[in-house]
């Protein structure tokens, strides 16, 4: 495979005193001819503590400032290789999207936040598995999306991993649509969508508590998202695969949970009408798989924080929960996705087959052969 070695010069490097990395790199907004490398740098830091606290020490917040770079006129399924000059530990790699029917690889995780011991153990069982093409994060990277320490804590732990595939981040509630969201994982809105191979993705952004405090302007946005997810889903029918990533979702085996999310169980017609083939999902903490008329729906929400039972699985459409760690694993060959289910020790707690589905290419038309007589 060709490789091409990009420097990445930031007139940081030429600082004395190296700041440090808080964050990265990693490369966000992949597709088959551009591409985003992003790093964080720690620019300083701001010490607090309570004014009538003598006996605890003081807590210690970075300031971090966003840096990036967009790569133009790449090759489709070409792995690129890149290093930011200044910084010990600066070094990455990603491969664009391949076209067509090419092979790939991908992971799906969600819930990361709150034990960060536990995290780190998801995220070395997946690089030991073997680094995917690109990650899919189900949203609660962090417990509080507004706590900027608590994101170098995320990045600190995903570095292995993020600095070697690209990376697709979707909001939880523990978000709280903070600006660091944005900022920090380079995601220009709450919804996008991106082509990888035959497969289309569609990342939603579910967690509408945090919209607004006004329920009217929920709804605007819960409407508005629908019709762009409706046109996003309409106009992919030719991909073979079609997929669905967010964080709260429409189904789940916690008992004290069912009930809730009756905005995403509206969703799910129109995943039937759009030939979804399944949804990726976080939330709960545990792992759970449901089949409702021909669509996949997947739960993985164990990639750190505290585990929820699974006590209460709906009748019907339930093909597995677990309560345990996990991480979903997908390998995508033209018209069949393999997807397996590890634990956290390593486990497949779920195998199986997705079918691609697909309206027919548009033919191409061709200038009529003329043929004379001599
Ligand atoms: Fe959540």
């Known amino acids: 495979m060709k490789k091409l070695l990009l420097f990445l010069f930031t007139g940081l490097a030429a600082v004395a005193g190296d700041p440090g990395l808080a964050g990265g790199p990693f490369v966000a907004a992949v597709t088959s001819k551009t591409a985003t490398i992003v790093w964080l740098v720690r620019s300083g830091e701001v010490s607090v503590k309570a004014a ?11 300031s971090i400032r966003v840096e990036k770079t967009t790569l133009t006129g790449l090759k489709p399924n070409t792995r690129y290789e890149y290093s930011v000059p200044g910084y010990s530990d600066a070094k990455g790699s990603f491969k664009t999207p391949p076209t067509g029917d ?86 220009a809105k709450p919804y996008y969508s991106f082509d990888w191979g035959n497969a289309h993705f569609s990342v939603i952004d579910t967690d509408l508590d945090n919209v607004s405090p006004v329920e009217t302007v929920r709804a605007a946005f819960w409407a508005e998202q629908a019709r762009w997810l409706e046109n996003d889903l309409r106009t992919h029918q030719q991909s073979q695969f079609r997929f669905v990533a967010g964080h709260h979702p429409p189904f789940t085996a916690v008992a004290s949970r069912q009930g ?58 339930t ?13 995508v060959d033209g018209k069949t996705a393999h997807v397996r289910v590890f634990s956290i020790n390593g486990d497949v707690i779920d195998e199986f087959d997705l079918q691609g589905w697909a309206l027919p290419k548009p033919v191409v038309a061709t200038a009529p052969v003329v043929v004379t007589q001599k």
């Open 260 to 317: 809730d999310n009756p905005h995403m169980r509206a969703l799910t017609p129109l995943f039937e009408t759009y030939h979804v083939t399944a949804g990726l999902f976080g939330h709960d903490h545990n792992y759970q798989h449901y089949l409702q008329n021909g669509i996949h729906y997947l739960t993985s929400g164990g990639g750190g924080a505290p585990l929820y039972d699974v006590d209460k699985p709906p009748v019907g459409i």
């Open 52 to 62: 009538d606290d003598d006996k605890n020490p003081a807590t210690v917040s970075p």
């Open 102 to 187: 090419t092979p790939f690889d991908f992971v799906s995780y969600g819930d990361n936040r709150t034990r960060p011991d536990v995290h780190r153990k998801v995220i070395a069982a997946i690089v030991s598995h073997g680094v995917p093409d690109m990650v899919v994060q189900t949203g609660d990277l962090v417990a509080d999306g507004s706590d900027t320490l608590l994101w170098t804590t995320f990045f600190d732990i995903e570095k292995k991993l993020l600095s070697q595939t690209a990376f697709y981040p979707s909001l939880g509630n523990h978000e709280h649509h903070a600006q660091n969201f944005y900022d920090f994982t380079q995601t």
């Open 319 to 331: 093909q597995k929960v677990v309560s345990v760690e996990n991480w979903v694993s997908v390998h």
